[in-house]
């Protein structure tokens, strides 16, 4: 048997609700991606990875078709079924029968130039893999027995935990046996306030009360290091003090984007200027910059717990975010820990040696968190006019209605990046998003 013979002449879809859709096929994309554990060990040349199996199937771009006299009213039935909430279950031209989750639906529709069709494509997870995918296990939504407000709740409790720890690592690893690893240490220290009050000021000054402690914090910093240097240092408040600084302005407003690129910001900073010698001093400086990233990355999980996150895209962004920023540290702190290779055992630099595992539980339930926040939040549909519309009146068809004070214009115009004329009328052929 050929692979001709194995594949099926259509693709079918069936919604939550159980509306059932026969399309052509156009073709689709498939990726995967394996879930390891990576961990490097002192005095131990080389990695050791752990294979934890396989995520789910994702289809970055699955295209089809309706096509036939009745496509265009055929298109907008399954474009509305699009708005249920739940599983789809698709009986797949080449994979058979699978359980996905929508993400992303496109529809484009011609009637002057190719009006016979009406087409799709669409973004999905397959959720389950595999020969012990039950369908019913699937399609179960209330399985979890935690919330994703107990998540949120457990993650702001675990978030007052790692600082705790940064905090006591720091203590542990700051030498003040001189005045070169002092200077070391305050040099690191001064360059990464600054980091931070130039990315984050901003954020702080929307709420006043937040902007005086952020100040306040900032003058508390400058008061511990100089009274260091005419007696001893207070590690534990001064480490304290600069995670303080990190965390403190986020608290100011609830947008996601904003935040997280203002913390992304602040560790770039700090990675351009990570030691790259072998010395003493270069071990305190990594250490010292070490408390501002593992800071940064406790503030991460903080502005996803908190912030507004209204569609799946945003929270699909969010992850793969969280998971590059914390991809950038590891990675640059791992490249300081490099330079120390050749050094005797007590003399070289370990990274993140007393927080890495706090640091990694943190950000795999804020992921969790965030994904178990899929199912609740809307999904992007897109869609080309093909007349003149008015963004009014599109808001009103797709939203129910304007909106109170006119909320759900505002936000069709923002998502869609309106300017000018367009805030008026959208002439045909531009692609609309919306979120349902």
């Known amino acids: 048997m050929s692979w001709q013979d194995r594949l099926r002449p259509e693709i079918t879809f069936t919604s939550p609700d159980g509306d059932t859709y ?18 490097n060990y002192p005095n131990f040349n080389g990695t050791v990875v752990q ?7 994702r289809f970055p771009s699955l295209s089809f078709w309706f096509d036939g006299e ?4 055929e298109g907008e039935a399954f474009y509305l079924s699009c708005d249920q909430r739940g599983v789809w279950t698709i009986v797949h031209p ?11 639906i496109s529809k484009t529709y011609r009637p002057i130039d190719d009006g016979n069709r009406t087409v799709f494509s669409i973004q999905c997870v397959q959720v389950g893999q595999g020969e012990n995918t039950v369908p019913d296990a ?16 457990d993650i702001n409790s675990q978030a007052i935990d790692t600082n705790i720890a940064i905090a006591t690592q720091y203590d542990a690893k700051i030498k003040l046996d001189t005045s070169g690893l002092q200077i070391a240490n305050t040099k690191m220290i001064n360059s990464s306030v600054l980091a931070i009050n130039a990315n984050l000021t901003a954020i702080a000054t929307q709420d006043p009360s937040i902007l005086s402690k952020f100040t306040a914090i900032s003058r508390g910093i400058t008061s511990t290091i100089s009274g260091g240097v005419t007696g001893v240092l207070n590690k534990i408040a001064l480490a304290s003090q600069v995670v303080g600084l990190i965390q403190t302005p986020i608290q100011a407003i609830t947008d996601i984007g904003s935040r997280f690129a203002a913390i992304v910001n602040v560790v770039t900073s700090v990675l351009a200027i990570l030691p790259t010698g072998k010395r003493d001093e270069d071990k ?6 070490e408390l501002t990233l593992a800071g940064c990355l406790v503030a991460t999980a903080q502005i996803a717990t908190s912030g507004e996150i209204d569609t799946r895209t945003t929270a699909i962004q969010t ?39 706090d640091l990694i539980l943190l950000i795999g339930n804020t992921i ?18 093909a007349r003149p519309r008015s963004p009014i009146e599109i808001t009103v068809k797709e939203y129910g209605s304007l909106g109170e004070d006119d909320s759900n214009l505002d936000f069709f115009i923002s998502t869609n990046n309106l300017k000018g004329n367009e805030i008026r009328l959208l002439n045909p052929g531009f692609e609309v998003v919306v979120y349902v």
């Open 70 to 73: 009745d496509n265009d009213t």
């Open 284 to 289: 305190n400086a990594a250490n010292a910059a």
């Open 138 to 153: 699937v399609v179960q939504t209330g399985t979890q027995p935690t919330t994703s407000a107990e998540l949120a709740n």
């Open 51 to 57: 294979d934890l199996g396989i995520q789910s199937n």
């Open 94 to 104: 080449s994979k058979g029968e699978i359980y996905v989750q929508f993400t992303n």
């Open 319 to 357: 992850v793969t975010d969280l998971t590059q920023l914390l991809s950038d540290i590891t990675t640059g702190l791992d490249a300081v820990q490099s330079n120390f290779d050749e050094n005797d055992i007590d003399l070289q630099y370990f990274s993140q040696s007393d927080t890495y595992n």
């Open 22 to 39: 026969r399309a052509k096929w156009a073709g689709d994309e498939q990726t995967k991606q394996k879930n390891v554990g990576i961990f």
């Open 368 to 385: 969790n968190f965030l994904l178990e926040s899929l199912l609740s939040l809307k999904i992007e549909k897109r869609f080309i006019i």
